[in-house]
């Protein structure tokens, strides 16, 4: 088995090992895995952090040694708090990161972080202070940063930066928590799923206080939220239709 870690501010984790290929999430700086298998030009990684499953460019990756996978996975996860931010290498150039890039691994790659960071669980408030930064940020299917996002990126990197992992997939985390009855039993910061014609869940986002809610649709947004599903404020009508509640944390 071999590891790695991501040593550039966002690599693109795609389905199959070709630049066309569907990009299905992103590892950002400082995120470690295991690699699987390799060709020539690709390798399919497992994200430690979530155990997500993809290809990678070989270019866009650095080797590390299993003791030094294993040092990582039990250190302490520092991660980056500013909204954009940056490290130094060796040769003192710049390298720009999004925020909850994982500067705890700097070390391990001859970098220097010298920007603010979260490093400890944070009250269950913080999901919506997180969430806000992110407000207005474009859709893109798999991001996961301020630049581009979709909705299961949003939830899982605002409970990464309050201290939290959850899964990938808005089906993935719709399996966790305590699922809630009703939207007067939830707090903010819970989260909400929707589902399609079929039945498949397919989107997730984050209540917030008042029956609104913040979620990534076309852009990273707020809108209202009651038994129905999300009321979009701005095209007067419903864009998604509700399927369960849950209590996370």
């Known amino acids: 088995m071999k590891y790695g870690i991501c040593n550039l501010s966002i690599v693109p984790v795609r389905e199959s090992s070709n630049d066309a290929s569907e990009?299905?999430?992103?590892?950002?700086?400082?995120?470690?895995?295991?690699?699987l298998d390799s060709k020539k030009k690709w390798s399919r990684i497992r994200i430690a952090f979530d155990n997500y499953e993809?290809?990678?460019?070989?270019?866009?990756?650095?080797?590390?040694?299993?003791?030094?996978?294993?040092?990582?996975?039990?250190?302490r996860t520092i991660l980056s708090s500013d909204l954009i931010d940056f490290v130094t290498n060796e040769k003192e150039e710049l390298i720009s990161i999004p925020v909850g890039s994982s500067v705890h691994a700097c070390m391990r790659l001859g970098h220097k972080h010298e920007g603010h960071v979260i490093s400890n669980k944070q009250p269950k408030l913080s999901l919506i202070t997180n969430a806000i930064l992110f407000l207005n940020a474009p859709y893109l299917w798999g991001g996961k940063t301020p630049f581009g996002i979709d909705c299961s990126g949003l939830t899982q990197m605002v409970y990464k930066l309050s201290g939290y992992s959850i899964s990938r997939d808005a089906s993935q985390q719709a399996t966790l928590g305590e699922?809630?009855?009703?939207?007067?039993?939830?707090?903010?910061g819970d989260l909400a799923f929707f589902d399609n014609d079929e039945g498949v869940i397919t989107h997730v986002g984050?209540?917030?206080?008042?029956?609104?809610?913040?979620?990534?649709?076309?852009?990273?947004?707020?809108?209202?939220?009651?038994?129905t599903g999300i009321f979009n404020c701005d095209l007067g009508i419903y864009s998604h239709k509700l399927r369960v509640l849950k209590k996370i944390i």
């Open 23 to 35: 990009m299905v999430t992103q590892i950002l700086y400082g995120e470690h895995f295991k690699i």
């Open 54 to 75: 993809g290809w990678i460019d070989n270019k866009q990756l650095v080797e590390i040694t299993e003791d030094q996978y294993a040092a990582i996975n039990s250190e």
């Open 179 to 188: 699922a809630l009855s009703f939207i007067e039993e939830t707090e903010s």
């Open 206 to 227: 984050i209540i917030m206080e008042d029956n609104y809610i913040i979620h990534a649709h076309g852009k990273v947004r707020i809108d209202r939220l009651d038994h």
